[in-house]
């Protein structure tokens, strides 16, 4: 048995040192979910469990049999686990165990970091959770001071709760209870938000397809806070 397939207390090891047989934490990261699909399905049960058919429906291009294996390494890592919600759901999810949501803040530093290239393209697909995601990541703390709201968004028929609050923007599915919500965001798709909320430009100028309730004033101090960070030198 070689050095790559033994862990130090003599036990057999079928993931660290399967690729790059180095002992570099970064490395092993990649062993865990460097898998092509994994993070994105990691990515879209940030918010909380999603069915089967949930995951297949928000990656498209992914096969029902590489997310059928994604989900069993997934679950045999510690990384995600299988919960039955209660009735009247009464379904089967797939949800992050608390180690798996840990890779929120990984997630949001690549995030960053890769929007700076000037080869990234903001009109591919996105996803509603990726697009939530995205407000969490470039939620500009330092200007949140006071502001205490819930948010309702309605994304491609999708229902979120945000709660703004301490300079933080918390999302949980289900937006659809929030009776009155400060503000409400509603559009077709994700990417019709990506214009008003980075781009700075208003819904009107985008062919109104973001649809905004509630006060002018206090949805311009909400859409405020979010800024992309800058692009690198071309």
Do not use: N
Not at 64 to 90: F, V
Not at 91 to 110: F, I
Not at 148 to 173: K, N, T, Y
Request: proline share 7%; glycine share 10%.
């Amino acid at each position: 048995m070689g050095q790559a397939d033994a862990t130090p207390d003599g036990k057999r090891s079928e993931i660290h040192g399967r690729w790059y047989a180095d002992a570099c934490g970064a490395a092993f990261a990649m062993e865990l979910i460097g898998e092509r699909w994994t993070l994105l399905i990691v990515r879209e049960m940030m918010l909380g469990g999603r069915r089967f058919t949930e995951l297949r429906g928000a990656l498209p291009g992914l096969s029902a049999k590489t997310l059928t294996e994604r989900l069993e390494t997934l679950q045999a890592l510690g990384i995600a686990e299988k919960r039955h919600l209660p009735p009247p759901a009464s379904a089967q999810v797939y949800a992050l165990t608390e180690w798996g949501r840990g890779l929120e803040p990984v997630m949001q530093e690549l995030g960053r970091w890769a929007v700076r290239s000037p080869l990234h393209d903001p009109q591919l697909m996105m996803t509603p959770v990726a697009l939530l995601l995205s407000m969490r990541t470039m939620l500009a703390a330092e200007r949140v001071g006071d502001l205490d709201l819930w948010i309702g968004f309605e994304i491609a028929g999708q229902h979120f709760a945000g709660r703004l609050a301490h300079g933080e923007l918390s999302v949980h599915p289900g937006g659809e209870r929030l009776a009155a919500p400060d503000l409400r965001f509603t559009a077709p798709d994700a990417r019709d938000f990506l214009p008003v909320f980075y781009g700075k430009k208003t819904p009107e100028e985008c062919g109104s397809r973001l649809t905004i309730e509630g006060d002018p004033q206090l949805a311009a101090r909400f859409l405020a806070l979010f800024e992309l960070p800058a692009k690198l030198a071309g």
